[in-house]
Antibody, heavy 116, light 107 residues
Framework: QVQLRESGPGLVKPSETLSLICTVSGGSIRSHYWSWIRQPPGKGLEWIGYIFYSGSINYNPSLKSRVTISVDTSKEQLSLKLSSVTAADTAVYYC??????????WGQGTMVTVSS | EIVLTQSPGTLSLSPGERATLSCRASQSVSSTYLAWYQQKPGQAPRLLIYGASSRPTGIPDRFSGSGSGTDFNFTISRLEPEDFAVYFCHQYVTSHTFGQGTKVEIK
């Protein structure tokens, strides 16, 4: 069965770029749209953006100026870069399958804290 | 942006009781594009309902969803101990937005 696993630094300094990787195992990254979603501590969910391996991408308008999502099909990985981070970007970051539909499979999430 | 407002914020019930959660959209959402998730502490959300009323494979039939337009409901027919959690609605007709969540707690 398909599994997702997020990885990356747990601590990022303000104004720097947050970089995360999501590794897809047990299936092909070409078979689904993939999204990044985040959840600040104790708060709700915020969709960041989605990508399809062919290059179709869509970002949350509120984050669009700072977000880059990409796919490496050779590594079965998708990546997230969020620039100019502030404390408001502190959250658990999830990758999930889905982009044009509901999110039917989620990674376990990775906590990222923005602090100096 | 479509804003989803869930009510109540917290629902206090006993095992075996029926839970009914509401999700109201700021503008009409095709029922095809409304989902519900369950989230337990320290875990990722789990998809329970998509298309307003469809269950993915493996989701028990005590979970059900209904509604159309701007008003949607999610029901747990008989609460099991493992159902006490936070539930989110999600629309994906225009971009993606989530409700703020309803916590179902043990009374």
């Amino acid at each position: 069965q398909v599994q997702l696993r997020e990885s990356g630094p747990g601590l990022v300094k303000p104004s720097e770029t947050l970089s995360l990787i999501c590794t897809v195992s047990g299936g092909s990254i070409r078979s689904h749209y993939w999204s990044w979603i985040r959840q600040p501590p104790g708060k709700g969910l915020e969709w960041i953006g989605y990508i399809f391996y062919s290059g179709s991408i869509n970002y949350n308008p509120s984050l669009k100026s700072r977000v880059t999502i990409s796919v490496d099909t050779s590594k079965e990985q998708l990546s997230l870069k969020l620039s100019s981070v502030t404390a408001a970007d502190t959250a658990v970051y999830y990758c999930a399958s889905g982009g044009l539909d509901a999110f039917d499979l989620w990674g376990q999430g990775t906590m990222v804290t923005v602090s100096s | 942006e479509i804003v989803l407002t869930q009510s109540p914020g917290t629902l206090s019930l006993s095992p075996g009781e029926r839970a009914t959660l509401s999700c109201r959209a700021s503008q009409s959402v095709s029922s095809t594009y409304l989902a519900w998730y369950q989230q337990k502490p320290g875990q990722a959300p789990r998809l329970l309902i998509y298309g307003a009323s469809s269950r993915p494979t493996g989701i028990p039939d005590r979970f059900s969803g209904s509604g159309s337009g701007t008003d949607f409901n999610f029901t747990i027919s008989r609460l099991e101990p493992e159902d006490f959690a936070v539930y989110f609605c999600h629309q994906y007709v225009t971009s993606h937005t989530f409700g703020q969540g309803t916590k179902v707690e043990i009374k």
